[in-house]
């Protein structure tokens, strides 16, 4: 008797990986810098009591979904949550992948796309952003003409460059035979404008977000798509039962009554990332065009896996991407505190000059 092998279906990819380092400024993996309101910890605590742990949750999610519904002013049938995006986008796989099925995509982006497009058994068929890191509407087109796809993700802004695609891109591919056409908004809040007012009966498209990033809620795991209740009744009969747990589901309605402070926290992220921008301009690295919580940077001079390492002996740990296709020397980095993004400044002004 033996431990079977795995299925092979990792392609050349080996799993999410994001490194951590003990350090005193974790600048990585784009969370929040700040806590959820504490008015809404004291809500969920007191929630806790009354439910009740011995039945399963409501399937459906009745209340979660009515407030997601509320937030986009769509109705509840036209929303679908999980276990953070990610788990949404496994469930488009589930739905509208497998094997015999193509998706595309825009490289670089998302690992996490490819990746369960791999483990789902679904090919995957790339198109290449400019060097602005945004999709020629050329290639698009090409890419969809060539793949015939059941399903294409346009990550928007797009991790890990922070760039945010044009509306006239998200609606040319839409009116391609570009099959579900995604957006991933996890960074949605943070930009300029949103997919969201393009979702409508018979259009296929869907919109992702998620409460790891703007709503400062990354270890809750809950994100959602909106789209034609078409597709939400697709994704509802393929997921498990009973995926949302009772409290996830009570703190994620509760966690929108919080919007206000939300919407705050996102404003002073933009303006010091506007900082942040500014100061990078400053010493000496190449920068992209950020509507995000990061910035990716290329410095000039100096190789990228060597300021990685600078900056962890200065405490400071933010992505190497340097190894990443397209991506040679680059590094990303998220937006903190104003103190942590000071002392993020500091040390890449020591490291370059
Ligand atoms: C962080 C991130 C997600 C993952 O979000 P979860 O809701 O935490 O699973 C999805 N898409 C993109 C582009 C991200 O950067």
Known sequence: MAIPTPADNLGELSGYHSPQVDVEVRLNTNESPFQPPPAWSRRVAEATASIDFNRYPDRGYARLRKAIGDQHRIGPDWVFAANGSNEVLQTLFHTYGG?????????????????????????????????????????????????????????????????????????????????????????????????????????????????????????????????????????????????????????????????????????????????????????GVETWDSEANFILFRPRVVPGDEVWQALVERSVLVRNCSSWPRLADCLRVTIGTPEENDRFVDALTEVLT
């Open 99 to 283: 094997s015999g099925r193509t998706a595309v995509l825009f490289e670089p982006t998302y690992a996490m796309h490819r990746q369960i497009a791999y483990v789902t058994g679904t090919s995957v068929v790339a198109g290449e952003r400019d060097d602005d890191m945004r999709i020629p509407l050329a290639e698009a087109t090409r890419v969809v003409a060539d793949a015939s796809p059941s399903l294409t993700f346009v990550c928007s802004p797009n991790n890990p460059s922070g760039t945010v695609e044009p509306r006239e891109t998200v609606e040319t591919l839409v009116g391609l035979d570009a099959g579900l056409v995604v957006v991933d908004e996890a960074y949605g809040q943070f930009a300029s404008w949103t997919a969201a007012d393009l979702v409508d009966v018979e259009v296929p498209l869907v919109v992702t977000r998620t409460y790891s990033k703007t709503w400062s809620m990354a270890g809750l795991r809950l994100g959602y798509l909106i789209g034609p209740p078409e597709v939400v009744a697709a994704l509802d009969a393929r997921v498990l039962p009973y995926h949302l747990d009772a409290l996830k589901q009570e703190a994620g309605a509760i966690a929108l009554e919080f919007r206000a402070d939300m919407e705050r926290a996102v404003d002073g992220i933009v303006s010091e990332r506007r900082r942040v921008l500014a100061a990078l301009g400053g010493v």
